[in-house]
């Protein structure tokens, strides 16, 4: 088996997707022109991830009351303060910082429709 997506239903896919694709580097491979606007966005590696729609027969989560523990997504950078900063300008709030180690920096914030998105500066990043 191989890992294909994650799902997210927000109530605005085209905003939301469109705020990834202009913020994080990411690529929108599939971009539905009807109901429920579904995007499949790719990382810089080309890889598909995650699957962004607006399905008005599911409730949307209410992101911003959800612990950014319970559920956030995560990216990994060079300079996390430098992202930290030029996503908070792009609308992002500072939720807070944890540093399970030395040398790794994990910078949770939320993104402007209250998802929560992490940015990991990993003393030893995962091998993609």
Known sequence: ???EHYAINVADSVAVA?????NCGLEAVVALTDPP???F???ETGRVFIEIYANENAPVPNYTEMSHLTYHLAFQV???EAEK???MTAGCSY???LNPNEGTR?????????IALQLCQRSTQFEI
């Open 1 to 3: 088996m191989k890992f």
């Open 18 to 22: 469109n705020w990834y694709v202009e």
């Open 37 to 39: 606007y579904t995007r």
């Open 41 to 43: 966005l790719a990382d």
């Open 78 to 80: 060079s300079d996390v």
């Open 85 to 87: 900063e030029r996503l």
């Open 95 to 97: 939720v807070e910082e």
């Open 106 to 114: 994990l910078i949770m914030l939320r993104d402007p429709f209250g």
